[in-house]
């Protein structure tokens, strides 16, 4: 079993900056995908990215070139940069971390999430 703890959320203005951080603890060999989510009041968990082993990353188009996914493996620790925030980034973010097989991911660990509050 893999343990998540995100950190990094905050309240910022739009057009700012932050970046959140996802520790992670346990099996770590389990794993070979890590993504980030994100939940917003009245809304169900949208997908933001997603990096496996060996890089390969992929974002939803709401954040594409925007935000940027990275893994630190010597840390045990995902990353997700956010630029250019819009209001519409405020939600709770969660990152996930599972396993990967061409065209399905498979997220079995989660963490407790973090708030992400962006204003106008």
């Known amino acids: 079993q893999v343990q998540l703890v995100e950190s990094g959320g905050g309240l910022v203005q739009a057009g700012g900056s932050l970046r959140l951080s996802c520790a992670a603890s346990?099996?770590?060999?389990?794993?070979?995908?890590m993504g980030w989510y994100r939940q917003s009041p009245g809304k169900r968990r949208e997908w933001v990215a997603h990096?496996?082993?060996?890089?390969?990353?992929n974002y939803a188009d709401s954040v594409k070139g925007r935000f940027t996914i990275a893994r630190d493996n010597a840390k045990n620790t995902c990353y997700l940069q956010m630029n250019s925030l819009k209001p519409e980034d405020t939600a709770v973010y969660f990152c996930?971390?599972?396993?990967?097989?061409?065209?399905?991911?498979?997220?079995?660990?989660w963490g407790q999430g973090t708030q992400v509050t962006v204003s106008s």
């Open positions: 996930a971390a599972g396993t990967w097989s061409p065209g399905v991911f498979t997220m079995n660990s």
């Open positions: 346990g099996l770590i060999p389990s794993i070979n995908a």
């Open positions: 990096i496996i082993s060996g890089g390969s990353t």
